[in-house]
């Protein structure tokens, strides 16, 4: 048996008490209170309730091995990132990966792959394969049904897959931005119970007066926490914490679900009602099984110096450290195996494919700033050109999408907000379907950038003054093999560059991989040109 002195933190009696836990074969045997020297505090651990690992652009492995540092005893995920690309063989992948990860991986089901009608992906999960995963009892949740007008028409796909969860007895998580009134009854009534897409209060009561759960989401491009950060003192019992995507740079310095908890300690709300919705609720939301910090759990809870900045000392799972700060392990036993695992199909694009005439108004994506909102604004040049490059004196650059499943030409528009001088960046990030996307003030730049990313397979790249830099991502375009703080050191020297040409966004390249999300308003690029959410449909179709 082993005994764990400490401050105990006991979040269901909502008290602190010295005392011990006794652990044996994994299982809390008791918690005794008795006085100990220890000054540390033992509580339970901290669980990010909807994360897609794929965008920290590390496998499942390297990603536990960064987030355990930080207090994180398990995830629930969405691989939907490579459901895009790989279809059933990607989240399979995951799956596997995931067993050599320290902490407790629990997955979803990606529900929308691809995500709407209008996307081109690498390959699709139907409600068929929807039904045979379900069926196995390795996942949680249905994951987040972003296709809202699927929905609430009852399309016979999307309904076939809601109730192939049902029938197994999976949550089902939303995705359903700004919706509200009787369709957001509609949609909650088909038995979807969480959903992490609200920017605003308002929305946010809206739909827990629907019947369901908030998640709070603070990740590197998309930052709800300020917006929505009442809830914890409103609904303690309805709200969960999760970062949904985040970059390993960001992990790594700014912290994961430890960063919205003291934030939140930071904002004087009740240390209780945090730990709570830090852990707690999505342990019984999800019914994962992951130990609370009582008599009988699994021995699952962290060690932490104090409970304002919460340096995390030790992480016990199933009873077994994980973790001990003490010993500095960075956890490379070994180099990184090799990983084949990829879908990528486009040859070299030729400079001549980025021309873009224009002689009158213009609608151009115009981003919100923390936000992977957009709005539409007109934009009216000067003079009529046979190929507008850009206009940096009104922060107008050229924003390029190519189907890298296929070959073709490029869908090529305009965008305002990434405050480029010069220069250009791109990615094969770039959600959903992660094709490619770049943006630049000049179609030189544009077509190295491009050409970087297609010559390697994927990856995140920038162009500027004749010099291209690239970090590889092999595992389907997206994913690294390398340790979290080699990837980390990668990503920021590439983001520097960008800074370097003038963009001030906190995760450029996060920003860039959502301009072309058909399912968050109100306007993005995709593979017929400007979509406009709100109408659901292509703009050159609607005009």
Request: with cysteine; proline share 4%; net charge negative.
């Amino acid at each position: 048996m082993e005994r764990i002195e400490g401050k105990i933190v006991d979040v269901h009696g909502r008290e602190i008490f010295e005392g011990t836990v006794e652990v044996e074969n994994g299982v809390i045997t008791g918690i005794k209170r008795q006085p100990t020297v220890a000054k540390c505090y033992i509580i339970p651990g901290f669980i990010d309730s909807h994360v897609h690992i794929e965008s920290s652009m590390l496998t499942p492995q390297h990603f536990g091995q960064l987030v355990i540092k930080q207090g994180t005893v398990a995830v629930v995920t969405d691989p939907h990132e490579i459901a895009n690309v790989m279809g059933v063989k990607g989240i399979e992948f995951m799956q596997e990966n995931s067993k050599q990860s320290p902490i407790k991986t629990f997955f979803s089901i990606p529900s929308c792959v691809p995500a709407t009608p209008f996307d081109a992906s690498g390959d699709t999960v139907s409600a068929e394969d929807t039904e045979r995963l379900a069926a196995t009892g390795c996942f949680v949740a249905l994951s987040e049904v972003m296709n809202v007008p699927a929905v609430l028409a009852h399309d016979k796909e999307m309904t076939a897959k809601l109730d192939a969860a049902k029938k197994h007895n999976l949550l089902i998580d939303g995705h359903a931005p700004g919706l509200g009134g009787k369709d957001l009854a509609v949609y909650a009534g088909c038995g979807i119970s969480a959903d992490h897409e609200c920017d605003t209060l308002k929305e946010a009561e809206e739909k827990i007066g629907a019947g369901m759960d908030i998640q709070i989401r603070e990740g590197s491009a998309a930052q709800n926490y300020e917006a929505l950060k009442p809830l914890i003192r409103m609904y303690p019992d309805k709200v969960m914490f999760c970062t949904d995507d985040s970059h390993p740079d960001d992990l790594l310095e700014l912290g994961h679900i430890n960063k919205l908890v003291k934030r939140a300690i930071a904002d004087g709300f009740d240390l209780f009602d945090v730990l709570k919705i830090a852990s707690v609720n999505a342990i019984n939301h999800y019914k994962l099984d992951v130990g609370q910090l009582r008599t009988g759990d699994n021995a699952d809870f962290i060690v932490v110096d104090n409970l304002k900045t919460f340096d995390v000392e030790k992480v016990f799972i199933n009873g077994v450290i994980q973790y001990d700060a003490a010993l500095n392990d960075d956890s490379r036993q070994s180099s990184p195996e090799r990983i084949t695992l990829n879908n990528f199909v486009h040859d070299n694009v030729d400079i001549s494919a980025f021309k873009k005439p224009v002689s009158k108004t213009e609608k151009v994506i115009s981003l919100i700033p923390d936000e992977l909102l957009t709005t539409i604004y007109d934009y009216t040049p000067l003079a009529a050109t046979g190929n507008l490059e850009s206009d940096t004196e009104n922060d107008i650059v050229k924003i390029v999408y190519i189907n890298r499943y296929a070959n073709g030409a490029p869908q090529v528009a305009f965008c305002k907000g990434f405050h480029l001088k010069h220069g250009a960046f791109g990615s094969s990030v770039a959600h959903d379907s992660h094709n490619i996307i770049a943006v630049g003030c000049n179609d030189s730049d544009l077509q190295s950038v491009v050409n970087a990313v297609i010559e390697h397979n994927g990856g995140l790249a920038v162009s500027d003054a004749g010099k291209t830099d690239i970090l590889p991502l092999p595992i389907g375009g997206i994913m690294s093999n390398g340790y979290g703080g080699d990837v980390a050191s990668d990503y920021r020297k590439i983001c520097t560059r960008v800074r370097e040409m003038g963009c001030g966004l906190h995760a450029p390249f996060m920003t860039l991989s959502f301009m072309s999300l058909l399912v968050i308003p109100e306007v993005k690029l995709g593979e017929k040109g400007l979509f406009s959410y709100s109408h659901f449909n292509w703009l050159s179709e609607i005009e």
